[in-house]
């Protein structure tokens, strides 16, 4: 055994014990962000067709942003294409912005309580993930001219049926 090798082992061995090993950890990051974003459930809004497919939309189309918007009292919102997002960032301006103050139907106080571990490791997938591609369409206020599809989101209550109760 030479002494390449050697040194090809013990890193291996020292990476295995999570001891060093920056390249394996690079590795996992990637890996937990894909995790952390498949049960975080960030495709179901940020990925066009997820939610209605099955979550079966191809991973090069991930995080993209969709141009059908949430409308509620607060207006009409679109999720954003988190890839351009996180590309304009570096990793500590990440952590402040994942961490802000959203508007529905954003779970903004899940993502808010995310370690940092975590959310590093949101960042490095998303950054994995290549072209950024176009932002998804900006916010309208409420009552102001709406030029894309739109989900209402307002809780109805069905009369017949909930008199029948
Ligand atoms: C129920 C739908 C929904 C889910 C689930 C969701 N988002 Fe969002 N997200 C939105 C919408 C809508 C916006 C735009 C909110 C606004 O305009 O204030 C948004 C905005 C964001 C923003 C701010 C983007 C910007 O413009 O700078 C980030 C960051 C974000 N989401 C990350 C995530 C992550 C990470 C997950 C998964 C853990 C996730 N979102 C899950 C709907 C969702």
């Known amino acids: ?84 997002v996180v590309s304009r960032l570096s990793e500590s301006q990440w952590l402040a912005h994942a961490r802000q103050e959203r508007l529905p139907p954003m779970p903004w106080f899940n993502l808010a309580r995310m370690t940092d571990t975590d959310l590093k490791a949101i960042y490095a997938y998303v950054r994995s993930l290549g072209a950024p591609g176009n932002p998804a369409p900006v916010y309208v206020a409420p009552g102001g001219k709406v030029s894309t599809p739109y989900f209402v989101f307002v809780p109805v209550t069905d009369q017949k049926h909930a008199s029948a109760r």
Not at 4 to 30: M, N
Request: hydrophobic content about 40%.
């Open 1 to 84: 055994m030479n002494l390449g090798k050697l040194v090809l082992v013990a890193a291996g061995v020292a990476g295995a014990f999570g001891w060093v090993g920056s390249a394996t950890a690079g590795e996992s990051a990637v890996e937990r962000g894909r995790y952390l974003v498949t049960i975080g459930g960030c495709n179901d809004c940020h990925t066009a067709g997820y939610l209605q497919n099955n979550g079966t939309v191809p991973e090069s189309e991930w995080l993209t942003g969709t141009a059908i918007g949430y409308q509620g009292p607060w207006g009409t919102t679109y999720p954003a294409n988190l890839r351009l």
